[in-house]
């Protein structure tokens, strides 16, 4: 199945920036890399995980939360099967643990970014902004 090794978080200042990385090995037999879907979502203390970002490793879909969207951008490597999510202009309610996700076709085009719809996970990386 597919393992997802997230890097990258930390503790920042607001106002920095942080790029997170998620590396993706393991792909399902028929499934080649552009047929995933690969997504940021984040979890606070005590508050339900919700969808940051997310990208169709095939083209043409992209997803970023409404809290998110002109600070941080998801983009893909496909030579090192790797996203990142550039985080800029960073707030304290940024604050979570952040988990990369991987779901198979583009769920985005269809049902939008629901954390059901991802089956593999990490194991998350925290980032702080105070």
């Known amino acids: 199945h597919v393992q997802l090794v997230e890097s990258g978080g930390g503790s920042v200042e607001a106002g920095g920036s942080l790029r997170l990385s998620c590396v993706a090995s393991g792909y399902a037999p028929g499934y080649a890399w552009g047929r995933y879907t690969l997504g940021w979502f984040r979890q606070a203390p005590g508050k339900e995980r919700v969808p940051v970002a997310a990208?169709?490793?095939?083209?043409?879909?992209?997803f970023s939360g409404h809290s998110v969207k002109g600070r941080f951008a998801i983009s893909q490597d496909n030579a090192k099967n790797t996203i990142f999510l550039q985080m800029n202009s960073l707030k304290p309610e940024d604050t979570a643990m952040y988990y990369c996700?991987?779901?198979?076709?583009?769920?985005?085009?269809?049902?939008?970014?629901?954390?059901?719809?991802?089956?593999?996970w990490g194991q998350g990386t925290q980032v702080t902004v105070s």
């Open positions: 996700a991987a779901a198979e076709g583009n769920p985005i085009a269809t049902f939008g970014v629901r954390s059901s719809d991802f089956g593999f």
């Open positions: 990208i169709y490793l095939g083209g043409g879909s992209t």
